[in-house]
């Protein structure tokens, strides 16, 4: 099956979550806001655990801190980690409540997020999608970065093994790593429907329909797309991600 013709197979009830991930524009609608928690609970209901976030407020960020250095991307509370859930309850509670709130996902528990500049994302997933390989749930978002969401690597049977995100980088320096990135336990990134400033968003562009792959049967082809998007730029062209 052809790359094209996997991302138009739809069907029944996937079909009609898949209808909502195509990234078409939102608009302030009650219709919009039924799908935004639709979807945010079809995300609790596959296993990832949301925390409400900040949002645009304008070209800023809805929180008090001045010069926000990732204005709508990060969580309300440094309590994130204890705080996410995948309760309905809650999540219906927390999206009622602040309408215009974006969430986020921890990662490291249930599942990572491999996250891409956009133009190596496209070509990657292009790639995975001709050579038959299973590709899980994809978010674009549209400061740039595609985000393959794949299952943990960050729980092993033996904790001394697992890798925190901050040995690497963390969710507020995201910026001083501009290749590929790998959110595992400590990390989190936001989960569609979000919104950034200057109106752009985060959606799906493969729908949680599709089950969470092992991260290391994407790996290779993620990196080599890397470093195809790196060109030159050798400070870029690391083989191995940051984990952030």
Do not use: K
């Not at 070209?59 to 926000?68: A, E, H, N």
């Not at 997933?125 to 393959?148: N, Q």
Request: hydrophobic share 35%; proline share 8%; aromatic share 6%.
């Amino acid at each position: 099956m052809s790359a094209s013709a996997e991302f138009g197979r739809r069907s029944g009830a996937q079909g009609r979550i898949s209808q909502w991930l195509r990234g078409r524009r939102r608009t302030e609608t009650a219709d919009d806001s039924v799908s935004r928690e639709a979807l945010l609970l079809a995300a609790a209901a596959a296993g990832l655990p949301l925390a409400q976030a900040a949002f645009p407020s304008g070209y800023r960020c809805s929180c008090d801190r001045v010069g926000c250095p990732t204005p709508a991307r990060h969580p309300v509370s440094f309590a994130w980690q204890t705080q996410s859930t995948t309760d309905r309850g809650q999540i219906e509670r927390w999206a009622r409540h602040q309408p215009q709130a974006n969430f986020i996902t921890a990662t490291g528990m249930v599942h990572d997020v491999l996250d891409l500049p956009l133009e190596a994302g496209r070509e990657a997933l292009e790639r995975l999608l001709a050579a038959g390989i299973e590709v899980g749930p994809v978010a674009e978002s549209g400061d740039g970065r595609l985000l393959f969401f794949t299952l943990t690597r960050g729980t092993p049977e033996d904790e001394d093994e697992w890798w925190p995100c901050e040995l690497d980088c963390h969710p507020e320096t995201m910026d001083e790593h501009p290749g590929l990135r790998w959110h595992c336990r400590g990390s989190y990134v936001l989960v569609p429907p979000a919104r950034l400033p200057g109106d752009l968003t985060v959606e799906w562009v493969r729908g949680l329909e599709h089950p969470l792959p092992d991260p290391l049967t994407l790996l290779e082809v993620l990196t080599d797309a890397c470093a195809r998007y790196a060109g030159d730029d050798t400070e870029r062209l690391a083989a191995w991600p940051h984990r952030g």
